[in-house]
């Protein structure tokens, strides 16, 4: 049984640092922060060592990220032969992740498929759904839960997942 990782003060600061800039080199965290350079440069060598840190990554501007999401959930058939759901599951959802306005796609424990997708307009938006995903052979319900505000994690719409 795996455990959440802990976390101190410090360790909390120099990822918050890193969060608004993964560029900043460990003199500008360690002047942000008021800690020595050795200090950080250890914490964040432990960090990478105990998995906390695992890749550094771009996120998107404000003007190349969707300016519409949704998150979308599908229910599919279930086939004839029930050994076959799990099978169609991971394609559709393979599937589903390959299409550019798909933002990620996560499956359920009760079968279903969870998708964030986005694009400029809510015409777009929509355009998009009816025709890439509604259309799915075998898909018995499509449920759209447009998104008005994030509360947490708006800079979902920016991580560049899949270029």
């Known amino acids: 049984m795996s455990k959440v990782a802990y976390l101190d003060d410090l360790d ?33 060598k432990k960090l990478i060592e105990r998995g906390i840190i695992e890749k550094y990554t771009i996120v998107l501007g404000e003007v190349a990220r969707p300016k519409e999401v949704a998150f979308v959930v599908l229910e599919l058939e279930k086939p004839v032969i029930e050994d ?7 394609y559709v959802s393979r599937n589903l992740a390959m299409l550019p306005n798909v933002l990620l796609v996560a499956k ?25 995903i509604q259309s799915i052979p075998s898909v018995r319900e499509v449920v759209v839960y447009p998104v008005a505000e994030f509360k947490k994690g708006e800079d979902i719409k920016g991580v560049l997942l899949e270029v």
């Open 84 to 90: 076959f759901l799990g099978r169609y599951l991971e």
């Open 108 to 132: 359920t424990e009760d079968d279903k498929i969870v998708a964030l997708v986005g694009a400029e307009t809510k015409e777009e938006l929509s355009e998009f759904i009816e025709e890439n």
């Open 12 to 44: 909390r600061a120099i990822l918050k640092v890193l969060k608004e800039d993964a560029r900043a080199t460990i003199s500008e965290i360690s002047e942000k922060i008021n800690k020595p350079e050795s200090t950080v440069h250890f914490r964040i």
